[in-house]
């Protein structure tokens, strides 16, 4: 029997949902194998309130990433800004934070059961960490936002990825089924259902299979330097799959990883390329007095306490920065995990660098901030996200 489960979680969109539950429940019809089409939640049978009114969905029973078979995320339906609790990166986030994630996680770990995702489907597992270096699609407004995570963003209405499935926008989950109803079962059943709907699928499939094409080699929106993918017995051993059974997807793995990056916090200018750890003397104007003085990098030296105002929470921050010899290096403390800063830089009275944080979600964050004294104040942005004003207070002078 070949098990399907769609899971809800609170403020699912109905459309990413119902439209593969509706495929899958058409294809059992034209089926020899005996197909389970069923809806589920990480939390066990309740009713699930979706992003659309509330309406609601009832969850049959809990997840269960050891049945095998298809596992459909699908995303979330919300506010487009990120500045509050009933934002779509809001209610993504708190599902990546729950049960969810470790499940889907099990899932993508055994050999025979393949994840799909709908639109912000993937932005959700990616937040949860477990996309990093994958190429997915997911909604066009959320590309970069994908990229920040870690996973390659490719644009195109479906991408395969072996034992890894997502689709772009909403309507996209009409042809994330019918493709997997196409490879999972057989391409004569997907077309019964094509014309039960009076709905052809739409975008070609992209996998990382044959030759690349050579615009990919200067095309920065598109995965490129793909390697060739790995025989299905090579992935099955991998994940301790027998050799003669279960699903066979063909998987790859990406050699490289895109980087996210964004503009300033008022949207009006990018950061220019310079060379890493680059101290620069620049004037700034304090705020007591409009009084010019030169900003160096030794204003930003020493420990500083920084809060994050998030969409999703407050993430405190310890913020170690020293300049010696000409170069800037620093580290953030956030828990019990300390991480390099990547590439500071000190452009007008401006310090900016990369950082990848894991809580509350997995993100690419990049930081601008400015000091006063011993107040420190900025903005940190994951790719089109709306920038978190960053606040902070230096809690110790120049580091030894």
Not at 93 to 98: E, L, S
Not at 155 to 173: I, Y
Not at 347 to 363: A, F, N
Request: aromatic letters at 4%; hydrophobic letters at 40%.
């Amino acid at each position: 029997m070949l098990n399907i489960q769609i899971v809800l979680f609170d403020g699912f969109d109905l459309l990413d949902a119902l439209a593969p539950y509706e495929v899958f429940c058409a294809a059992a019809m034209y089926a020899s194998e005996p197909m389970q089409v069923e809806l589920v939640s990480a939390e066990g049978p309740r009713s699930v309130p979706s992003g659309i009114n509330g309406l609601r969905l009832d969850a049959s029973r809990k997840l269960d990433p050891g049945l095998g078979g298809i596992l459909l995320v699908p995303g979330a339906s919300g506010g487009l800004e990120a500045d509050g609790p009933n934002s779509i990166p809001s209610i993504l986030a708190r599902a990546a934070n729950t049960d969810l994630t470790p499940m889907a996680r099990q899932a993508l770990e055994r050999y025979d059961m393949l994840v799909a995702a709908v639109c912000g489907g993937s932005l959700l597992l990616a937040m949860g960490g477990l996309l990093e270096g994958r190429p997915a699609v997911t909604h066009h407004m959320g590309m970069d936002v994908l990229g920040a995570t870690g996973a390659l963003p490719v644009r195109a209405r479906v991408v395969d990825d072996g034992d890894f499935v997502s689709g772009g926008g909403v309507t996209s989950g009409l042809d994330v089924a019918l493709y997997l109803v196409e490879r999972e079962l057989d391409p004569r059943i997907a077309l019964e259902v094509e014309r039960l709907f009076e709905y052809e699928r739409r975008g070609t499939v992209w996998r990382a299979a044959g030759q690349a094409p050579v615009s990919q080699q200067t095309d920065k929106t598109a995965t490129s330097n793909m390697e060739a993918p790995e025989p299905a017995s090579s992935i099955a051993a991998k994940k301790g799959k027998p050799s003669d059974g279960g699903l066979q997807p063909a998987s790859s793995q990406a050699s490289s990883s895109t980087a996210m990056t964004g503009n300033g916090s008022d949207g009006s200018r990018k950061p220019v390329a310079a060379p890493a750890n680059s101290c620069t003397m620049m004037s700034a104007v304090t705020s007591d007095g409009g009084r010019s003085l030169e900003t160096t990098a030794e204003s930003f030296d020493g420990l500083w306490d920084a809060v994050i105002a998030t969409p999703v929470g407050k993430l405190q921050v310890r913020l170690a920065i020293a300049s010696r010899d000409g170069e800037i290096t620093g580290t953030a403390t956030q828990g019990d995990e300390t991480t390099d800063l990547l590439a500071p830089v000190l452009r007008d009275d401006t310090l900016s660098w990369s950082l990848r944080v894991t809580k509350p979600m997995r993100l690419n964050l990049k930081f601008e901030v400015g000091v006063d004294g011993d107040a420190m104040f900025g903005t940190a942005r994951a790719g089109i996200l709306p920038a978190s004003r960053l606040t902070g207070i230096r809690a110790g002078g120049r580091l030894p």
